[in-house]
């Protein structure tokens, strides 16, 4: 399913994935850090249970990277490094920052550009860290599973085919 969103940028489609199981959901951030490069800013929003950290985890092992991805209650920013060559997983969780202001004081600028950055609770607060970047919206439903809605921000993610995005759909 796509629908479109209109930005100052231009036109920005809204890719929506159907979750069904948290193993679904590890899936597709396994498949997204396939297309993931150094630089690449993900920011995740969605309620407490949204599964925010379950796609982390998919995307901590589609890039190889060490050590678990958890949600320690007072750890804000985590640093993965690659197993091999790859960029580092920078895991953050924005649930206790104020604000855009707050999350200048942790220095992700410093790790930002070769590392794969995601931002939990990062909606309203991460967005100034980086003019490309991917924000995904997770929707719980009462049967359990999710809908994901990956929506490209900027030329990085203007020609790049989404996972669940159907071939030929911009
Ligand atoms: N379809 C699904 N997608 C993601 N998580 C699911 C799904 N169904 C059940 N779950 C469960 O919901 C919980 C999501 O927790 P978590 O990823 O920590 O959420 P958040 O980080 O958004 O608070 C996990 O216990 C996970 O196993
Ligand atoms: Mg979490």
Same mark, same amino acid.
């Given at each position: 399913m796509t629908d479109t969103t209109a930005t100052t940028a231009g036109v920005s489609h809204v890719h929506t994935v159907t979750a069904a199981t948290d193993d679904a959901m590890r899936t597709l951030g396994r498949d997204l850090a396939a297309l993931a490069r150094p630089g690449d800013l993900l920011i995740l929003s969605g309620p407490l249970g949204a599964?925010?950290?379950?796609?982390?985890?998919?995307?901590?092992?589609? =890039?190889?990277?060490?050590?678990?991805?958890?949600?320690?209650?007072?750890?804000?920013? &985590?640093?993965?490094?690659?197993?091999?060559?790859?960029?580092? =997983?920078?895991?953050?969780?924005?649930? &206790? =920052?104020?604000? +855009?202001?707050? #999350?200048?004081? #942790?220095?992700?600028?410093?790790? =930002? +550009?070769?590392? $794969?950055?995601? $931002?939990?609770?990062?909606?309203?607060?991460?967005?100034g860290l980086a003019d490309d970047r991917l924000e995904i919206h997770i929707e719980r439903h009462p049967d359990d599973t999710r809908t994901v809605h990956l929506r490209p921000v900027g030329a990085r993610w203007a020609d790049i085919e989404l996972p669940g995005t159907a071939a030929g759909h911009g």
């Open positions: 599964g925010k950290t379950t796609f982390t985890q998919g995307l901590g092992e589609g =890039l190889g990277v060490r050590g678990a991805v958890t949600s320690p209650t007072f750890i804000i920013s &985590r640093i993965h490094p690659s197993l091999a060559e790859g960029p580092a =997983l920078v895991h953050v969780d924005a649930y &206790r =920052l104020g604000g +855009p202001e707050e #999350i200048d004081d #942790i220095d992700l600028d410093m790790t =930002l +550009p070769d590392s $794969v950055t995601v $931002v939990e609770w990062g909606e309203g607060v991460a967005e």
